[in-house]
């Protein structure tokens, strides 16, 4: 099999130099980058699997390269922090990171966390039976090309915004509880605070032109969760 390469972007050595010799034993091909600058210039140059993202670094804030990632590509961002507070990881979730990982961690802990981004990311073949294109509502997505169009016009999804979506037309017109959209787009063992679910919502919602006080795809049951609306009426 095909080793995923990615490309760390983290200043300190004592924690660059270990991490990535951890990474490589578990199966990951690593690229290392010590500056912000380094690391757009690797990330342009060798087009990595997935970006592992040190918040701070000495030529700027790793929520900047975020940005500039996300400006041209859908490539699956893990942000890496010594922070633990949850508006750091809301912000990071906002701009389009994957996950939020919080040092200190253990290198096969970490190692699992990059595999289930990229498995949700569409590096594993979809199953034989699923159906390789859902649509509902003027909304179609390809599971198989990993695009999405909107009144024939394509949509840029984060990964995680693509799998939200994805379960929630797969249950068109069917309520989808809070528990189980995190369970299926995050994890199963997932103990965070489902805050990260509205944030994902909230962004979903701008991308597809939903008026959350009057949607026309997402309705929120408040306190259980959330249906995709197939109808082309809003709900009253």
């Known amino acids: 099999m095909t080793k995923r390469t990615v490309l760390l972007i983290e200043d300190e050595e004592a924690i660059s130099e270990p991490l990535a010799a951890a990474l490589g034993r578990e199966g990951f091909a690593m690229l290392v980058a010590g500056t912000a600058a380094e690391g757009m210039e690797l990330f342009r140059d060798r087009g990595p699997d997935l970006v592992l993202l040190d918040v701070m670094l000495p030529d700027g804030d790793g929520r900047d390269v975020l940005r500039q990632i996300r400006e041209t590509s859908r490539t699956p961002v893990v942000m890496l922090t010594a922070r633990g507070e949850e508006v750091d990881r809301v912000l990071g979730l906002e701009l389009g990171a994957d996950d939020y990982v919080t040092k200190p961690f253990s290198a096969a802990e970490l190692a699992a966390r990059l595999r289930a981004v990229l498995r949700r990311a569409g590096d594993e073949p979809s199953d ?109």
């Open 128 to 236: 034989a039976g699923a159906k390789p294109v859902l649509e509902a509502g003027g909304i179609s997505m390809n599971l198989e090309t990993h695009t999405i169009t909107k009144d024939g016009e394509p949509l840029e999804l984060t990964v995680k915004e693509f799998e939200l979506l994805r379960v929630l037309l797969e249950r068109a017109g069917k309520l989808v509880r809070r528990r189980e959209l995190v369970h299926e787009v995050w994890d199963p063992a997932w103990f965070g605070s489902t805050k990260t679910l509205d944030v994902h919502v909230s962004a979903l919602r701008k991308k597809l032109g939903d008026d959350p006080a009057s949607p026309r795809y997402i309705h929120t049951v408040r306190g259980v969760g959330f249906r995709f609306d197939p109808g082309d009426e809003p709900e009253r």
